[in-house]
């Protein structure tokens, strides 16, 4: 589809995500968006069914209720997203950055998050196994992203790198993992160019071309 005109308004920006989105899926596609700064995922949410799972690959929650003076920016954005589709809909993987409050937040309304101790304790193909089956609960499942939940050896090209991530193997076993046939969208975001030598966009097209590969085995709609 190529890319979307921005403008300088973010509100603006996100209305024309929602826009695209829209059309994509009323025509029965899959959207797959690349970042891009990551409060457009609630541009993507907001276009699609309500009865949603929704999965984040993240070092960060982004849970806060505001941040900055802000209500909706990429710190903020997952929380205007639970708001919508609830809590409950929420599963976060790979995090290992939060506040406090974020992490209040969570035990009190039913995110699931997975940190990469947990993963590591669990086993990769249990980890699988527990996103599968989270997806499994709801009639649409999307999937996003944040490139700064590989750890900044693989992905060093971030705004906001944190240590200790998941190895590329990892993040690639899991995303395919998420790639059920309930998928109504897919995005993979925030490399940044300016910081990066090429490995980090490298690692983001790799996400991208791995899930659209899984979803083509399993059969499912067209992308776009």
Request: aromatic share 4%.
């Amino acid at each position: 589809m190529g890319d979307l005109d921005t403008v300088e308004d973010s509100q603006e920006t996100l209305k024309r995500v929602s826009s695209v989105w829209s059309e994509l899926v009323a025509g029965g596609k899959i959207p797959i968006m690349a970042g891009g700064e990551h409060t457009i995922t609630k541009a993507a949410v907001d276009a699609l069914p309500s009865d949603l799972g929704l999965v984040s690959f993240d070092a960060h929650l982004d849970l806060r209720d505001e941040y900055l003076g802000e209500k909706i920016m990429h710190a903020t954005f997952m929380r205007r997203v639970a708001e919508r589709i609830t809590p409950a809909h929420i599963m976060e993987v790979g995090i290992r950055a939060f506040s406090k409050p974020e992490l209040d937040f969570c035990k009190r309304s039913g995110v699931e998050v997975i940190t990469p101790l947990e993963l590591r304790k669990l086993s990769l193909e249990k980890t699988a196994q527990r996103i599968r089956a989270f997806l499994s609960k709801f009639a649409h499942a999307y999937v996003t992203v944040d490139i700064d939940v590989l750890d900044p050896a693989f992905a060093p090209g971030v705004g906001n790198p944190e240590p200790d991530g998941l190895t590329t193997d990892e993040l690639l076993t899991l995303v395919q993992a998420a790639m059920s046939r309930n998928i109504v969208g897919l995005d993979a975001v925030e490399v940044s160019p300016e910081r990066d030598s090429g490995q980090t966009a490298a690692a983001c097209a790799k996400v991208i071309f791995e899930a659209i590969a899984a979803l083509s085995v399993r059969g499912s709609k067209n992308s776009a």
